[in-house]
Every structure is written in C-alpha cells, then in structure tokens.
C-alpha cells in the first residue's frame, strides 16, 4: 500500500490547470503500477464531470496500448451510460466480443440514433454494424432506416450493408439496393459521396468486384479516382492492376494540380516490395513530372532497401541527380521529406544534401529531425553524430534529449553522459528527469538527479515545471514515494497567479515600483513578460520609469520561453504594449517584416489598437498592405469596433473602406440593417451606386424600427432607382428579388396599388403570388401556399426565392410549418443554400414565424450543420426588434407590380393561415423568377403562418435541386423566418435534418438573436439545439454574452465538453478584467482547466487589461 494520500494531494493545488495535470499523471503512474482501481478512484475524485470523462478515456486508451483490453473497457464502466462513451469505445476498444460490449454498455439501436443525432458524428453509425455482427439485424435496419435525416440514414445503410456482407448475410445485397435507390435522389456531390463511402466498405469485406462496380457510378473525375486507390488496399490480386490502370485513365483527364494529388497517393497505396507491384509503381513513376518523379524514386528505394533488394541504389541515385539542382525553398521542403524517407544507407549522403543549404536555421531544423528520426528507429550513434552537428542551442538539446529517453535502458551511464552534453538548462533538466524515473523504476532512487531536478525549479514556471516533472510525477506515484508530496508543494509555489495576486492591484492603482519590483522578482516564465508589458503601459502614464527598457525586458523573458505557442501570446501582448506606448507604425513594422508574430496575432493587436482610438495611425499603417490583406484587416476592424460601440472609429474605417473598396458595401448594408443602425446606412446611401438596393434596406429598416411612413418613402426611392435598370438586365433581377424580399416583411396589401408603376407584368405577378401566399400563410392554410409555391419554383430556378418562401412558412404555426419547410428545402444541392438559409429563417421568425418550429426544423433537416442557427439568431440579436411593414410603393410598373402584389397577397393569405393560398402564389411566382431572392421572400411569407402549415410551406419553398448555391444564405433567411414569427422549434428541426454535418449554420442563427437582444428567441433556439449545435453556439456567442450575464454564461456551459467551458471562462475572465474586478479575473483563470487555454486566457485578459490601461 502506497503511503501518500493521492485525492488529498491533488486537492492540495489549487489551479485548476495544475490540477488536471497531476490528476492525470498520478493516475498515470497507478496504471503503471497495476492499481487500476486506485487510478479510477483519483480520476472520480475529479470536480468536473467531462473532464472525468476525458481522463477515464485517456487511461482506457493507455491499457490499450499497453495490450490490457480487460481492464481498458472496465475503467470506462462508471461513465457506461453516457452517450459520448460510443465515441470513446471507438478508440479504445479492439472490435472483439461484439455481444458482450454491446451489452455491458447498454448499446441499442436508439441510443446509437439519439448519439448520433446529438454529437453530429457519423462515425458512430458503425454500432449498427456492430448490431449486425451481434445478430441484431432487425434493429439495426429498423435505426438506419429510422433518421429522418437523409444523410444518416444513407450512411446507416452502408454501415448495415458492410456488416451484413462482412458476416456472410446475403441481405446486404438487398440493403445495397436500397442504398442505391435512395441515394438517385441526391445531387451529384452527394450522390458520388454515397457512392464512394459504399465501394470503399464493399471493398474492405473483401467484396471487390461489387465495390468497383459501385465506384464507376461515380460522374466525378476527382471522387472516382480516390475512391479507387481507397479501395486498392482490400482488392483481389486480379483486380489490382485494372484498377490502377483505371486510375491512371481518370487522373490524365483531371487538371494538373489535381492528376499530381492523385498520382503521389495512388504512389503511396501501392508503396511496396511485392514483384506485382513494382511494375505498377514503376509505371505510376513514369506519369509524375519532376521533381516530384525524382522524389518518388527515393521513396521506392527506400522501401526497396528495407526489403533487401539491391536495385534500391539505381533508383537512389537516379532520383538524387536530379534533386540535387534544386534550390532555394524547393531544396529545403524536397531534404524534409527526404528525412523520412532516405534509405538508411544513405545517411551521409542525405547529411551532405541537408548542409548544401546556405540557411543555417534550415540546416538545423532538418538535422534535427533526420536525428530524431535515427533515434526512432535506434540508431543511436548515426542519430548522436548528426545531434553534434547541429549548431542551434534549442534544436541540439531537444536531439540529445531524444537519444537520453531512446539510450537509458540499454546503457544508463551513457544516457546519463549524453543529458549532460545537453547545453539547454530546460530540456537538460527534463532528461534528468526522465533518468530518475526510469532509475526508480528500477527500483534505485537517485538523490543526484531528484536535487537537480528539484534546484532547477526556482527559476522556471508552472508550465515548463510540468513538462520537467511529467516523468518524475508518474514514477514516484508508481511507487509511492513520499517525495512526491514535495514535488506537489514545489508546483504550488509556482502558481501563474500567485505574482498577479500581488501585482495588478498596485499596478491598477498606479504603484508601478512596486508592482515592478514583484514582477522582477516573484514571477517567472509565460506570465512574466505579460506583467512587464502591462507595467511598461503603466510607466508611460506616470513617466517614472522607461517603459521601453520595461518592454526591452519583457522580450528578453519571451526568448526563455520553450513553449512555441506561449512565445507567440507573450509578444502579441507585447506588441500592443509597444503600440499604445510608441505608435502603430513604430511598432508593429519590424514585428511584421520579422515574421515574429502570425497574420492573427497581427491582427488582433491591430483591432484591438482601432478600439483605444489610434485608428488614424492605423489606418495609414494598414495603406501598405497588400490589397486583398488590406480589405480583410478593415472589415475585422469595423465588425470589432462596431460591435464594441466605439462609434468614432467604426466611421473612420468605414470611410477608409468603401473609399478603397466599395464592392464590399454591400456586405456592410446587410450588417447595419441587422443593428437597424439608419445613420449608417443613410451614409452608404449617399455613396453607393446600386440605389435600388441600398434604399431597399433602408426601408426595410425603418420598417422594423416601425416607422411605416419613412419605410415607405424609401421603398419609392428604391422603385423609382429600379426602374432605371433596363429590362433584361440582369442586375434588375437581383435588384427584384431584393425588393420583394425586403417588402414582404408587412404583408401590406395596399402595397400593390403604388408597385404597378415600377414592375413589368411577370415582375408584379410574382410578387403579388408572394404576398397571397403569406396571407394564406398567416390562417395557415398550407394547401393554397403549397400550390402558389409550386407555381413560383416552376418558372423561378434562382435559389433566392427560397428566402421568401421560408419567410412565409414562418407565418403558419405547428406541423403545417414544418411540413412547409421541408417542402421548400427538399432539394438535391443543400450545400450551396447554407448561407441563404440562415438568412431566410431569419426573416422567417421576423415576421412572427414560430421560433420553435424554425430551430426543429433546421435541425432535422441539417443535423451536422453548426452554422446556421447560430447565423439566424445573430441576426436576430442585431436587429433589437421585431416589426412590421405598414404601406408600401407608390407607381410601379404593371408587370413589376405584379411580382409584387403577388407577394403581398400571399403574406396576407399566410398571416390568415390559408396555405392553399399562399402555395397558389408561389407556384406562380416560382414558374417564371429564378432567383435565390425570390426564396427568401417567400420563407418570409411562411413565417407568418402557423403549425404545420408553415412547417409545409418551408419544405415546398426549398424543394429544389440547386441548393449548393444556397448554403452560406441559410442562416441569415431563417433568422428573417424567426423574425417574422415563425415557430422555432420548426426551424431548428428543419435546419438539423437537411443540413445534418453543418457546425455553423444554427449557432450562427442563434448568436443573431443573441447580439440583437431577442434573449427570448435565443433562449428557445438553444433549448431546442441538439448538443452539437449548443456547443458551436457557446462557442460563437461567449465572449458577447458575457458582457451581459458571467452568471448565464457559466450555466449556458455546465455541460458542455471542456474546452468549451474553458473558453467560456476566459470570456468571463476578461469581462471581470474589463471591470477592474481583480479577484474574481484571477479566481476565474484558476477554474480553467487545459493548459493551452489557460495561457490563451492569460493573454486575453492582459489584451483586455492594456485596452483599460491605455484609455485612461
């Protein structure tokens, strides 16, 4: 029995992060021991229930690898009935003893349904596989066939159909059929997916010839030729070399970057010895062009090395004459991958290769992995002859650190004498470290290693101490020492936060000597360069001390640093301190020429500068950029600042953006309509060409602030600028679409009256087709909406008409509502509505379509999708308000007025819910416009329906085989959809079945909701997500909603998985800075959990804290 008491010592830290690290390697070292119950026990004692789970899963996967599969299942029991252990099994368990696992774990048919409807994850379709070898054939098919989700059940099918054919069952013939039956509905991206996913498992049960048969449905070049090569590994001996010559066929027609792609992996399949595969990699050689050719060569002979056939040197040398004129960068990247791949009789002349490059820095790092990978596969001396070599002090040190863990059981005192040769202290002592482990578990416990190890903790950080102490950690817990204790202690000591808690009050309070002096002299590592660079903001203030020495120093602790990631966070903090303090230009210039910070490093310390107002000196530093850079650095800086209400530089930025760029006004209207923000928008008035757009928004705008008269002047202006475009023009269709999309939100009838003047005949039918279907919409009467749709979509092809209609299934309520929505999105291209259908159903609740209907809906129909809820209710959020068109256009043309009338009238037919109204309209509108517009009008019109008549309106309106061009619209037509009143619930089940592997599609849905304040509709879409879609959403909205409740926040993310609560932490953690709230900042930073956060955290908060400290 051990003597040390593990769950008190644990408890004994007080970091969270420090925490998880040694609860983690105390039970790492109980599994080495064979206690396995004891490491369960200290991993239980854990507070938080998911990173329980992670850790249980981590020592699962280590039994595993250590071939203990008993004991690597039986620590996942405690966690059996919770649905992400179907996920873990994946990984851990070796696919034996089908039946019993099933069993143990509860594993049935619906659980593996509601698993993977709530994690998004196909993967764990392969448990219906797994019922199918158990026996349970009937339960499996009764579950495949059971999602109403296309893509699940598609996929379900296979994993079904594999199993079945794998266990000899002939019925996976008939389950093929069936695969391929449904899978004649999809469209040809989605039905070449189904068909490689079959052929390749085809292939893996040994069943080829099926498999092939199947892949030559596929019509795309690309899909046919890697689904071949993923085949080739299960393939007959007969039907290989056809299959690679089919190959070849396919990659010659294929574009030249593509044909290369598929080339090297048709190389990398076949890479063997075996005398038939020689001559068909010789022949895949001869279609390679150089230098790539000359490349593959070296590779075949290594491999023909390891087999011991002497004809290795011809293809060597071959292929090396001509790498050897190579230059420059193209040198550098063909020596990497030769590292890998040389014959190991080759080494010293790789060597020579490597050193013909004038880069020294070049010449290290791949001496340095050339040595790694000799230590890998125990070549001690060549990897000790080329460590010495290398020049650098890092690299040298991490080569040397690789023989010490590769050498110590074979010659301890040699590995001993090589961590001496290490000439850096950090990765000396991490040998020394891992030495006295492997001592100790021997059983001899060395003082000398332990008190070096133990002296050199003094001058390091709790990061660095953990990767030195990893080993020494696990061993003593293996044994039992009580030293370990005072391992525990020496960690708590190091504490990031511990120099905080004695510095950010005095620095807040403007004592920088003594704030200075802690820094100086009680913090070390990550977070000491951080508490210089806010000091040096500081003593620019007060001008006691030389801020820029302060920041001289900071830099000179960064280049201590051994963690790569927390080097790059400490100079992106220090970069800004050196803006603020010396000027953008100054200081930002030779960091960007230098390459010391990443493009997103620059470019957060650049937004975070046009927030503290230096956008003046910022916006002639950002005129040097390349163009395309230059666009995406502004529209950050505008969205930013925008959303941080720092009103004064948004227009400043705006100025500088559409004077440069004014093809992205466009994209800043739909953001200022969304805040309902008329001063901007009347700025872009002023400036922007297309009249008839922008004035559209702008009453569309007025609109749903309620200010009905001006909404109707400036729905004239847009008309009369209309008008202008000549008929034929294809901006007139667009501009059309926009119109009616934007005027439908009323349902005003009396519209019609003013839109003759303005629209041609067809224009004006559609239009008034729309409005009579929202009318229906509104009594939901579905049948009349159904059939008005059904008369738009047969003359209208454009996706853009799908907007609208989900707008008017957002008027019906219940299951007409969602029978709607998946009538409009029944549609063989759904990846291409993505971004429409955001936006559509956006509008659709907008204009008072149930918001539970629209989050079922999308939902349903787009299970995987994580974007377009979240864009939905960020749309929501930036509008504040729900409103309504009062009046509309005065003189449109006759047939423009039609389009229109049409439209308003099915409004008015939804808003009454007549939904054989609305569908009359629709079908009309749909026959003769084909724009994506028209759509989102239309989901406009089912919003003010209700029930089930708005659900069969939505599902009419995107019945439509182009929806790829759709996708990025989807989110932003279903906020519209909520906005208008449609059922959320509808919309959510709606989005998560037609869109079922999206991540963005509902949080970004419902993080509109969130930024306009429609807490709400928030609140109902994020209930009715499945867990997927909850954590994209945390995930996009935490560092917005914390501003308005740290405590909903935390609730929001009790169970999500930790990494997200991690992120939702640091969002708080920066709201408490923000405040000057010191206490509580720090005591949130302790709670996060994983390392990697816990520093990004650091950084943030200090980010945070420099932005308060210069706006004072």
């Given at each position: 029995m051990p003597v040390v008491d593990f769950s008190s010592l644990v408890e004994s830290v007080s970091s969270c992060s420090a925490k998880a690290w040694l609860t983690r390697m105390i039970a790492h070292g109980l599994v080495e021991a064979g206690n396995v119950d004891g490491a369960v026990n200290i991993v239980s004692a854990f507070p938080d229930a998911a990173w329980r789970l992670n850790f249980l899963s981590e020592l699962s996967l280590l039994l595993t690898d250590r071939g203990d599969c008993e004991n690597s299942l039986r620590v996942l029991r405690d966690a059996k009935y919770?649905?992400?252990?179907?996920?873990?099994?994946?990984?851990?368990?070796?696919?034996?003893?089908?039946?019993?696992?099933?069993?143990?774990?509860a594993i049935d048919g619906e659980r593996v349904k509601r698993a993977v409807k709530s994690f998004g994850d196909c993967r764990l379709l392969d448990w219906l596989g797994f019922l199918v070898e158990a026996g349970r054939v009937g339960e499996a098919l009764e579950t495949a066939r059971g999602f109403e989700e296309d893509h699940y059940r598609l996929w379900g099918l296979i994993a079904v159909m594999g199993a079945l054919a794998k266990v000899g069952d002939e019925r996976f013939k008939e389950v093929l059929d069936e695969v391929s039956d449904a899978a004649d509905s999809l469209s040809g991206k989605d039905y070449d997916g189904v068909m490689a996913g079959a052929a390749v498992r085809l292939a893996s049960v040994g069943k080829g010839e099926l498999a092939l048969n199947m892949a030559h449905n596929i019509a795309d070049g690309y899909t046919l030729a890697f689904t071949l090569i993923n085949c080739l590994p299960y393939l007959e001996e007969n039907l290989l070399e056809n299959t690679v010559n089919e190959t070849l066929d396919v990659a010659a027609k294929l574009s030249m970057e593509l044909r290369g792609e598929v080339l090297i992996n048709l190389f990398y399949t076949l890479l063997d010895a075996s005398e038939k595969k020689k001559t068909l990699l010789e022949r895949i050689m001869g279609s390679i062009p150089e230098p790539t050719k000359s490349l593959m060569q070296v590779y075949y002979a290594k491999r023909l090395s390891e087999h011991g056939d002497e004809t290795f040197k011809e293809f060597y040398y071959e292929g090396m004459k001509t790498l050897r004129k190579t230059a420059g960068k193209v040198r550098s990247s063909i020596a990497e991958a030769l590292v890998e791949f040389a014959p190991k009789e080759a080494t010293d002349d790789l060597i020579k290769f490597i050193k013909e490059i004038p880069d020294t820095k070049e010449q290290n790092s791949l001496l340095l992995k050339l040595s790694l990978l000799k230590s890998s596969t125990e070549e001690t001396e060549d990897a000790l002859k080329i460590a010495r070599n290398i020049t650098t002090r890092e690299d040298k040190s991490k080569a040397l650190y690789k023989l010490v863990c590769v050498t110590h059981n074979k010659d301890f005192e040699n590995a001993l004498n090589i961590a001496n040769e290490i000439p850096d202290r950090s990765w000396r002592e991490r040998a020394f470290s891992y030495l006295f482990a492997s001592a100790l578990g021997k059983g001899e416990f060395r003082e000398d290693l332990f008190g070096k190890v133990m002296a050199g903790l003094a001058s390091i950080d709790e990061g660095e101490a953990q990767d030195i102490l990893t080993p020494m950690i696990i061993s003593l817990a293996t044994a039992g020492r009580k030293e370990l204790e005072y391992v525990v202690n020496q960690i708590s000591k190091l504490d990031y936060l511990n120099p905080l808690r004695k510095a950010l009050p005095p620095l807040i309070a403007g004592d920088v000597e003594n704030a200075l002096r802690v820094a100086r002299e009680e913090s070390s590592g990550f977070v000491?360069?951080?508490?210089?660079?806010?000091?040096?903001?500081?003593?620019s203030q007060a001008r006691t001390f030389s801020p820029k020495k302060i920041l001289d120093e900071a830099r000179r602790e960064v280049k201590r640093l051994k963690d790569e990631y927390g080097k790059s966070y400490a100079l992106t903090v220090i970069s800004f301190a050196s803006a603020i303090i010396t000027g953008v230009k100054s200081a930002l210039e030779s960091l960007l020429e230098e390459n010391i910070l990443n493009f997103e490093e620059t470019l957060e310390v650049l937004v975070r500068l046009a927030s503290i107002r230096q956008v003046d000196d910022l916006i002639k530093f950002i005129q040097n950029f390349k163009p395309e850079l230059k666009r995406l650095v502004l529209l950050r800086i505008i969205t930013s600042t925008y959303l941080k209400g720092c009103k004064s530089a948004s227009e400043k930025v705006l100025d500088t953006l559409i004077f440069h760029e004014p093809a992205f006004i466009p994209l800043l209207i739909g953001m200022f309509e969304s805040f309902e923000d008329l001063e901007f928008i009347q700025k872009l008035v002023e400036i922007y060409e297309n009249k008839a757009q922008i004035l559209s928004f702008l009453g569309s705008t007025y609109a749903f602030k309620g200010e009905a008269e001006k909404a109707k002047e400036s729905f004239q202006k847009a008309l009369e600028e209309f008008s202008k475009i000549p008929p034929g023009d294809t901006r007139r269709l667009d501009n059309l679409y926009i119109l009616i999309a934007n005027m439908i939100i009323s349902a005003d009838e009396s519209y019609l009256d003013f839109a003759k003047k303005f629209?041609?005949?067809?224009?004006?039918?559609?239009?008034?087709?729309?409005?009579?279907?929202?009318?229906?919409?509104?009594?939901?009467?579905?049948?009349?909406?159904?059939?008005?749709?059904?008369?738009?979509?047969?003359?209208?092809?454009?996706?853009?008409?799908?907007?609208?209609?989900?707008?008017?299934?957002?008027?019906?309520?219940?299951?007409?509502?969602?029978?709607?929505?998946?009538?409009?999105?029944e549609t063989k291209e759904t990846e291409a509505l993505h971004d429409l259908i955001s936006s559509t159903f956006v509008r659709f609740i907008r204009i008072g379509g149930d918001i539970k209907t629209a989050v079922e809906f999308i939902e349903k129909n787009w299970p995987e999708d994580k974007r377009i809820l979240p864009i939905t209710a960020q749309y929501f959020f930036l509008t504040r308000k729900r409103d309504k068109f009062k009046k509309i256009f005065e003189n449109m043309q006759e047939d423009e007025f039609e389009l229109f009338s049409q439209f308003l009238k099915a409004s008015n037919y939804a808003s009454k819910d007549e939904i054989e109204k609305v569908r009359e309209i629709f079908q009309s509108i749909k026959s003769r416009h084909a724009s994506n517009d028209i759509l989102r009008t239309m989901t406009l019109v089912a919003g003010r329906?209700?029930?089930?008549?708005?659900?069969?309106?939505?599902?009419?309106?995107?019945?439509?085989?182009?929806?790829e061009a759709l996708h990025d619209l989807i989110s932003s037509t279903f906020v519209r959809f909520i906005r208008i009143g449609g059922d959320i619930k509808t919309a959510v089940e709606f989005i998560e079945k037609n869109w079922p592997e999206d991540k963005r599609i509902l949080p970004i849905t419902a993080q509109y909701f969130f930024l306009t304040r429609k807490r709400d509709k928030f609140k109902k879409i994020f209930e009715n997500m499945s867990y997927h879609n909850k954590v994209?959403?945390?995930?996009?909205?935490?560092?917005?909603e914390v501003a308005h409740s740290p405590e909903e926040l935390a609730e929001l993310t009790k169970e999500m998985p930790p990494s997200t609560k991690d992120k939702a932490l640091a969002s708080i953690a920066e709201e408490h800075m923000r405040n000057r709230r010191i206490e509580d900042t720090l005591n949130t930073l302790s709670k996060i959990t994983s390392k990697d956060n816990y520093n990004q955290a650091l950084k943030n908060t200090f980010l945070t804290l420099l932005e308060k400290l210069a706006k004072e």
């Amino acid at each position: 029995m051990p003597v040390v008491d593990f769950s008190s010592l644990v408890e004994s830290v007080s970091s969270c992060s420090a925490k998880a690290w040694l609860t983690r390697m105390i039970a790492h070292g109980l599994v080495e021991a064979g206690n396995v119950d004891g490491a369960v026990n200290i991993v239980s004692a854990f507070p938080d229930a998911a990173w329980r789970l992670n850790f249980l899963s981590e020592l699962s996967l280590l039994l595993t690898d250590r071939g203990d599969c008993e004991n690597s299942l039986r620590v996942l029991r405690d966690a059996k009935y919770d649905d992400a252990i179907l996920e873990i099994l994946l990984d851990v368990w070796n696919f034996e003893r089908v039946e019993e696992i099933l069993k143990e774990f509860a594993i049935d048919g619906e659980r593996v349904k509601r698993a993977v409807k709530s994690f998004g994850d196909c993967r764990l379709l392969d448990w219906l596989g797994f019922l199918v070898e158990a026996g349970r054939v009937g339960e499996a098919l009764e579950t495949a066939r059971g999602f109403e989700e296309d893509h699940y059940r598609l996929w379900g099918l296979i994993a079904v159909m594999g199993a079945l054919a794998k266990v000899g069952d002939e019925r996976f013939k008939e389950v093929l059929d069936e695969v391929s039956d449904a899978a004649d509905s999809l469209s040809g991206k989605d039905y070449d997916g189904v068909m490689a996913g079959a052929a390749v498992r085809l292939a893996s049960v040994g069943k080829g010839e099926l498999a092939l048969n199947m892949a030559h449905n596929i019509a795309d070049g690309y899909t046919l030729a890697f689904t071949l090569i993923n085949c080739l590994p299960y393939l007959e001996e007969n039907l290989l070399e056809n299959t690679v010559n089919e190959t070849l066929d396919v990659a010659a027609k294929l574009s030249m970057e593509l044909r290369g792609e598929v080339l090297i992996n048709l190389f990398y399949t076949l890479l063997d010895a075996s005398e038939k595969k020689k001559t068909l990699l010789e022949r895949i050689m001869g279609s390679i062009p150089e230098p790539t050719k000359s490349l593959m060569q070296v590779y075949y002979a290594k491999r023909l090395s390891e087999h011991g056939d002497e004809t290795f040197k011809e293809f060597y040398y071959e292929g090396m004459k001509t790498l050897r004129k190579t230059a420059g960068k193209v040198r550098s990247s063909i020596a990497e991958a030769l590292v890998e791949f040389a014959p190991k009789e080759a080494t010293d002349d790789l060597i020579k290769f490597i050193k013909e490059i004038p880069d020294t820095k070049e010449q290290n790092s791949l001496l340095l992995k050339l040595s790694l990978l000799k230590s890998s596969t125990e070549e001690t001396e060549d990897a000790l002859k080329i460590a010495r070599n290398i020049t650098t002090r890092e690299d040298k040190s991490k080569a040397l650190y690789k023989l010490v863990c590769v050498t110590h059981n074979k010659d301890f005192e040699n590995a001993l004498n090589i961590a001496n040769e290490i000439p850096d202290r950090s990765w000396r002592e991490r040998a020394f470290s891992y030495l006295f482990a492997s001592a100790l578990g021997k059983g001899e416990f060395r003082e000398d290693l332990f008190g070096k190890v133990m002296a050199g903790l003094a001058s390091i950080d709790e990061g660095e101490a953990q990767d030195i102490l990893t080993p020494m950690i696990i061993s003593l817990a293996t044994a039992g020492r009580k030293e370990l204790e005072y391992v525990v202690n020496q960690i708590s000591k190091l504490d990031y936060l511990n120099p905080l808690r004695k510095a950010l009050p005095p620095l807040i309070a403007g004592d920088v000597e003594n704030a200075l002096r802690v820094a100086r002299e009680e913090s070390s590592g990550f977070v000491k360069p951080l508490l210089l660079s806010a000091i040096a903001v500081k003593a620019s203030q007060a001008r006691t001390f030389s801020p820029k020495k302060i920041l001289d120093e900071a830099r000179r602790e960064v280049k201590r640093l051994k963690d790569e990631y927390g080097k790059s966070y400490a100079l992106t903090v220090i970069s800004f301190a050196s803006a603020i303090i010396t000027g953008v230009k100054s200081a930002l210039e030779s960091l960007l020429e230098e390459n010391i910070l990443n493009f997103e490093e620059t470019l957060e310390v650049l937004v975070r500068l046009a927030s503290i107002r230096q956008v003046d000196d910022l916006i002639k530093f950002i005129q040097n950029f390349k163009p395309e850079l230059k666009r995406l650095v502004l529209l950050r800086i505008i969205t930013s600042t925008y959303l941080k209400g720092c009103k004064s530089a948004s227009e400043k930025v705006l100025d500088t953006l559409i004077f440069h760029e004014p093809a992205f006004i466009p994209l800043l209207i739909g953001m200022f309509e969304s805040f309902e923000d008329l001063e901007f928008i009347q700025k872009l008035v002023e400036i922007y060409e297309n009249k008839a757009q922008i004035l559209s928004f702008l009453g569309s705008t007025y609109a749903f602030k309620g200010e009905a008269e001006k909404a109707k002047e400036s729905f004239q202006k847009a008309l009369e600028e209309f008008s202008k475009i000549p008929p034929g023009d294809t901006r007139r269709l667009d501009n059309l679409y926009i119109l009616i999309a934007n005027m439908i939100i009323s349902a005003d009838e009396s519209y019609l009256d003013f839109a003759k003047k303005f629209l041609q005949e067809d224009e004006f039918e559609l239009f008034s087709q729309f409005l009579k279907a929202s009318n229906y919409a509104s009594k939901d009467e579905i049948e009349k909406v159904r059939e008005i749709f059904q008369s738009i979509k047969s003359r209208h092809a454009s996706n853009d008409i799908l907007r609208t209609m989900t707008l008017v299934a957002g008027r019906m309520k219940g299951e007409n509502s969602r029978v709607l929505l998946k009538e409009i999105f029944e549609t063989k291209e759904t990846e291409a509505l993505h971004d429409l259908i955001s936006s559509t159903f956006v509008r659709f609740i907008r204009i008072g379509g149930d918001i539970k209907t629209a989050v079922e809906f999308i939902e349903k129909n787009w299970p995987e999708d994580k974007r377009i809820l979240p864009i939905t209710a960020q749309y929501f959020f930036l509008t504040r308000k729900r409103d309504k068109f009062k009046k509309i256009f005065e003189n449109m043309q006759e047939d423009e007025f039609e389009l229109f009338s049409q439209f308003l009238k099915a409004s008015n037919y939804a808003s009454k819910d007549e939904i054989e109204k609305v569908r009359e309209i629709f079908q009309s509108i749909k026959s003769r416009h084909a724009s994506n517009d028209i759509l989102r009008t239309m989901t406009l019109v089912a919003g003010r329906m209700k029930g089930e008549n708005s659900r069969v309106l939505l599902k009419e309106i995107f019945e439509t085989k182009e929806t790829e061009a759709l996708h990025d619209l989807i989110s932003s037509t279903f906020v519209r959809f909520i906005r208008i009143g449609g059922d959320i619930k509808t919309a959510v089940e709606f989005i998560e079945k037609n869109w079922p592997e999206d991540k963005r599609i509902l949080p970004i849905t419902a993080q509109y909701f969130f930024l306009t304040r429609k807490r709400d509709k928030f609140k109902k879409i994020f209930e009715n997500m499945s867990y997927h879609n909850k954590v994209s959403t945390i995930e996009v909205i935490a560092p917005l909603e914390v501003a308005h409740s740290p405590e909903e926040l935390a609730e929001l993310t009790k169970e999500m998985p930790p990494s997200t609560k991690d992120k939702a932490l640091a969002s708080i953690a920066e709201e408490h800075m923000r405040n000057r709230r010191i206490e509580d900042t720090l005591n949130t930073l302790s709670k996060i959990t994983s390392k990697d956060n816990y520093n990004q955290a650091l950084k943030n908060t200090f980010l945070t804290l420099l932005e308060k400290l210069a706006k004072e």
